[in-house]
Every structure is written in structure tokens, then in C-alpha cells.
């Protein structure tokens, strides 16, 4: 757990403050009291910015007994890896995750793809995708889910 600045001294804050805008990314800006730091956003924190900013929606087509799924592929400006929460939306039933193991979703020339092979039987199925990006093995930014399709 890391203190409050209101906790800290003066010196401690500022160091603090110094250390975060490092981490950050972010360009220095001067303040009145004398101190230096950087102004954070959201927009300039390098892995949190995804491109597009809205979750791509996912086309389902039927192939014999699985839906194939297709969506345009999220990036950040690291290059990092982006992954994908794939959810099935049954017009009965419950909402399950699909597109896991063997059947991950994998990307290639902006489109991601991946196979759900226990689609319902009516085809009534919608389906919505949740992209993110494990850093230092804690699944950390990501975007709303698309809008069921």
C-alpha cells in the first residue's frame, strides 16, 4: 500500500510526485510553490492509450458446429501485446467466456480471430470482446467490452 501524500512531508511528497511523473512518461511543468513535475493523463500514459479507444465489435459466422469470431485488432503505442476476454451472450442462458486454450484469439494483418465450438444451437448467440494488457503479470489497462453483437 503505498501513503498518502498528505501523509508524507514535504520533501517525501515532492520525491513521490518526482518518481511518478518519471514512470509516466509524462513532459515537466513547473508549478507556482517552486516544485517541477509533470501534469498525468490518462491520454499520455503509454499503455493505457489503446487504439481505437472502443472495443471493435465481434462478426460471428457459423461453420458447420462452431461460430468463427472476427474483430479489428487493438494496439498500444508500446507494441505490447494486447489480449482478448472473448464472452458468448446466449439468447437462454448464461454469459460464458469463450475463445480459451487452444482456441485464444490470435491476431493477424488487424483482424483477430478465434473459434467458439459450443455455439447454441438456434445461432441466436451474441458475443462481445474485452481487450487488455498483462504488465509484469498483472492484468492491468483495458477497455470497455464491445457492444454485444
Known amino acids: 500500500m ?3 501524500p498528505a501523509a ?3 520533501a517525501a511528497s515532492a520525491a ?3 518518481s ?3 514512470l509516466a512518461g509524462a513532459g515537466p511543468v513547473a508549478t507556482a510553490s517552486g516544485f517541477s513535475g509533470s501534469l ?3 491520454s499520455t500514459i503509454r499503455a493505457a492509450t489503446f487504439s481505437p479507444s472502443v472495443a471493435p465489435l465481434v462478426t460471428s459466422v457459423r461453420r458447420q458446429a462452431t461460430n468463427q469470431l ?3 485488432a487493438v494496439s498500444v503505442p508500446s507494441g505490447a501485446a494486447v489480449l482478448y476476454v472473448v464472452i458468448r451472450i446466449p439468447a437462454n442462458g448464461s454469459p460464458v467466456q469463450v475463445c480459451t486454450g487452444a482456441d485464444t484469439p490470435t491476431s493477424s494483418g ?3 480471430t478465434c473459434v467458439d465450438r459450443f455455439p447454441s444451437s438456434n445461432g ?3 458475443y462481445t470482446e474485452q481487450p487488455y494488457l498483462v504488465v509484469g503479470g498483472v492484468r492491468t489497462w483495458s477497455l470497455p467490452a464491445s457492444a454485444p453483437n
Do not use: E, F, N, R
Request: charge should be neutral; avoid cysteine; proline fraction near 4%.
Open 2 to 4: 503505498h501513503p498518502k
Open 8 to 10: 508524507l512531508g514535504l
Open 16 to 18: 513521490l510526485l518526482g
Open 20 to 22: 511518478l511523473m518519471s
Open 40 to 42: 498525468v493523463t490518462t
Open 70 to 72: 472476427s474483430w479489428a
Open 110 to 112: 488487424g483482424v483477430v
Open 124 to 126: 441466436a448467440d451474441l
